[in-house]
């Protein structure tokens, strides 16, 4: 089962009870070990961002984000996973769970 | 064997086996609880059509495993599932009737446990394990949320639906996280306890199968004061029971029950239960609705009762557990402590609030504050509107009962 993990910041975050998060690198590499993270990057901010849309034949582009996020989208990563307990466990491993949100996503897949 | 004593075993095991057949078919089909729902109900029926004339099987449980794992094959083909997932099903034979694999020392709890995950909402949770495990209609659950089984129909629909698509996994959680589960089966037991609490009789022993199972709750996890609460609270609410309805099996209201028939030893040993909870200085809502069901317990008659208290208690679920239907009864309390005007000015409140638009113990409530403020016309009318909206015959007959005596 395939999930979207979202990587998030969360601006009301204390940052001192944030505690011993994990090391990312260790993170990436365990699970790219595992077959368990398929892709996955840190992605720029809003201020980079461009927004596409197509409107009677003619695509429109406006500079920034489609919705005013704030900057919330930190990165994202694609795991391969037996189940949602499974994807958790990874998700709660991963350095942002400690100092941001995580949202998964599972992939919409072949049914229905 | 003749059809009635066929019957009646196979009511005997429906109590017991339903839960665990449809966790054996959860698994079976990978994932399905729709389907495992269907092919229980498919088993059962069979066992009805077929026993009565062929006798009862060595194994009814195992029988019945087997007569729905095939209904799973057969709806699987009709269904053309995906090629793999099928072939898998269609070879696999019938799996063992479930059996408990955790230190959790009872099925159903066990069942309970699995079924209430945290990736779900609270009251998804609650509702799903109400309707998969306890074989609740969703009527009646609609009933004990307050809402209409329109919108409960959509709640389990949608909790079902996020089972499958995040892929929820069927699966026992381990000792460490039973805590984070713990509120949602805390509510699962009382709503069943309520089920079997609100009929005369309670032929299917609901309400002493959720004390049961609270009290292995309790043995299992003693840090946790709400458990506590909970098996306080089903006690001394049990203590009532005789007295609750009358002859004829029309409910009687407290201010009216033969308090010389209240279980005087369930009340104790609730009261004991409460008093070691709420030494832990944790109060939460189960704690607090023992402490005021104890209240009551404790009073020779209404007019004696610490209605005060009862209102200050009411404050405390207030800030823990908001619901109008607690403003509903810290309200009736109010009536008590300082009489009808305060009271109906916080119902007035609430009625236009429109929280609880449709319940008819709220107008029966508002009725009786009006008849005592000497607003007779208006108490009328509203005693009528509580009648109208009473959801059984019941409550329906005590309600007009009260007009008649107006």
């Known amino acids: 089962m395939k999930y979207l993990m979202l990587v998030c910041l969360d601006p009301d975050l204390d940052k001192s009870k944030v505690g011993d998060a994990p090391d990312v690198e260790e993170w990436v590499a365990e699970n790219d070990g ?21 409107r009677d034949g003619e695509v429109l582009l406006t500079d920034g984000p489609y919705v ?42 072949e049914d229905d | ?61 195992a029988w019945l495993t087997t007569a729905a794992r095939n209904r799973a094959v057969d709806r699987m083909r009709r269904a053309s599932t995906e090629a793999a997932k099928l072939r898998r099903a269609a070879r696999e034979p019938a799996p063992p009737p479930y059996t408990r694999d955790s230190e959790i020392p009872d ?67 381990p000792a460490h996280l039973l805590p984070e589960r713990l509120p949602a089966v805390l509510h699962v037991l009382y709503l069943l306890f309520n089920r079997g609490y609100d009929e005369p009789r309670d032929p299917a022993g609901l309400g002493r199968e959720a004390i049961r199972l609270a009290r292995v709750l309790v043995s299992l996890m003693p840090d946790e004061p709400e458990a506590q609460g909970l098996l306080a609270l089903m006690l001394v609410q049990e203590a009532r029971r005789a007295s609750r309805f009358d002859q004829d099996g029309e409910p009687v209201i407290l201010e009216d029950q033969d308090r010389a028939r209240w279980d005087r030893e369930l009340i104790g040993e609730g009261g004991a239960i409460l008093e070691r909870a709420l030494r832990r200085r ?17 009073a020779p008659s209404t007019a004696e009762t610490d209605w005060p208290q009862i209102v200050g208690l009411y404050d405390e679920l207030t800030k823990v557990a908001p619901s109008p239907v607690v403003d509903l009864n810290r309200a009736v309390a109010l009536a ?25 113990l709220l107008a029966a409530a508002r009725a009786d504050l009006l008849r005592r403020v000497g607003r007779a016309a208006e108490a009328e009318e509203c005693l009528r509107e509580a009648i109208e909206l009473a959801p059984s015959e019941g409550e329906r007959r005590l309600l007009r009962r009260r007009l008649a005596d107006w």
Not at chain 1, 85 to 97: F, G, L, N, Q, T
């Open chain 1, 34 to 54: 595992k077959g368990v993270r398929l892709l996955g990057d840190r992605v720029r901010p809003e201020s980079d961002a461009t927004t596409v849309r197509v």
């Open chain 2, 1 to 61: 064997m003749d059809g009635e004593s066929a019957s009646e075993v196979i009511a005997g095991i429906y109590a017991d086996g339903w839960s665990r057949i449809v966790a054996t078919m959860i698994r079976f089909t990978g994932g399905d609880w729709n389907l495992a729902e269907e092919c229980a109900q498919d088993a059962f029926t069979q066992a009805l059509r077929t026993w009565p004339e062929a006798g009862v099987p060595r194994q009814p449980l």
């Open chain 2, 336 to 360: 008590m402590a300082q009489g009808p005007e305060a009271a109906l000015a916080a119902l007035d409140a609430l009625a236009d609030s429109g929280r609880l638009d449709g319940y008819h």
């Open chain 1, 68 to 109: 005013e996020t704030k900057d919330l989208i930190a990165g994202f990563d694609v795991l391969e996973c037996t189940d949602l307990d499974h994807a958790v466990e990874v998700a709660s491993r991963h350095p942002m769970a400690w100092g941001g949100v995580i949202e998964l996503r599972p992939f919409w897949g």
């Open chain 2, 107 to 173: 099925e159903r709890l066990e069942l309970m446990f699995t079924c209430c995950h945290p990736a779900l909402r609270l009251d998804a949770q609650v509702a799903l394990t109400l309707r998969s495990l306890a074989g609740l209609s969703t009527a009646e659950i609609a009933r004990a949320f307050l809402v209409s089984e329109r919108t409960m129909g959509q709640r389990i629909f949608r909790a079902k639906q996020k089972v499958a698509h995040a892929v929820i996994p069927f699966r026992v959680p």
């Open chain 2, 282 to 298: 944790r109060a939460g809502p189960f704690q607090i609705q023992a402490a005021i069901a104890a209240c009551h317990a404790a």
